[in-house]
């Protein structure tokens, strides 16, 4: 049986439906939305919400599909104790991680700030990994359930590019997952980060992964 493959740089990716996850990172309200952490960080959110449109479609595709889909979430405990002190004190932002937002504490579990965009919400089973720092992978249990299942290649999205998605990437890579990151499903408050973080990551014949847009993702899946 021929697998999919999606036309993606540098060169075609192929993949098994039943071995691939699609991974959603961090899309929640602290990030996306107004008075959320990013926003405190001088950042304009808006820019993170046009990943949304394309990831809506392909969350639906996926689940149509029968693939895993699995949603990450970064935030802390509320006594912070899992958060660095070079985390905590970064620069001058209007709100530090733990202090009181629109949303409730910031980057804090069980918060509603912390919470998924109910755009993209997680429907009944599907696993939302809590992480404390950048990559999907330090602190959590991802890599257990991605061997429980079977999972070799990933299908990456969320935000920020540079930031989380290239974290999980990077380490994902490091254990041999194979990984399609989607253009327009990934952001970043910056448009220079956002060339540059998927332009490594493809770069010298794939040293990360492979990238795509979303559309071409929807016209490989069966």
């Known amino acids: 049986m021929t697998r999919p493959s999606v036309e993606a740089e540098p060169y075609p990716f192929g993949f098994d439906v039943a071995t691939t996850a699609l991974l959603l990172i961090d899309m929640q309200r602290d990030f996306v939305e107004p008075g959320g952490f990013g926003e405190t960080l001088g950042n304009d959110v808006?820019?993170?919400?046009?990943v949304v449109p394309p990831l809506q479609e392909v969350l639906a595709a996926a689940r149509e599909a029968g693939m895993l889909v699995i949603h990450t979430?970064?935030?802390h405990l509320p006594d912070l104790?899992?958060?660095p002190p070079a985390k905590?004190?970064?620069?001058?932002?209007?709100l530090r991680i733990?202090?009181?937002g629109p949303g409730g504490r910031i980057l804090v579990r069980g918060e509603y700030g912390h919470d998924i965009i109910d755009e993209l919400r997680p429907t009944e089973g599907e696993p939302v990994i809590d992480k404390p720092g950048k990559?999907?992978?330090y602190a959590t249990g991802l890599q257990d359930l991605l061997a429980e299942k079977g999972i070799t290649s990933l299908v990456v999205t969320g935000v920020t590019t540079e930031v989380?998605?290239?974290?999980?990437v990077r380490e994902a890579n490091d254990r041999g997952y194979e990984c399609l990151v989607l253009s327009d499903c990934v952001g970043s408050y910056s448009e220079e980060f956002q060339r540059a973080g998927l332009a490594m990551i493809s770069a010298q014949g794939g040293i990360f992964g492979w990238v795509a847009s979303a559309?071409?993702?929807l016209e490989a899946l069966p």
Do not use: I
Request: charged share 25%.
């Open 135 to 137: 990559g999907s992978f």
């Open 215 to 217: 559309g071409q993702f």
């Open 98 to 100: 733990g202090d009181p």
């Open 46 to 50: 808006s820019m993170l919400r046009r």
């Open 81 to 83: 104790s899992d958060c």
């Open 73 to 75: 979430r970064e935030g």
């Open 88 to 94: 905590l004190n970064r620069g001058e932002p209007s």
């Open 164 to 168: 989380c998605v290239h974290t999980t």
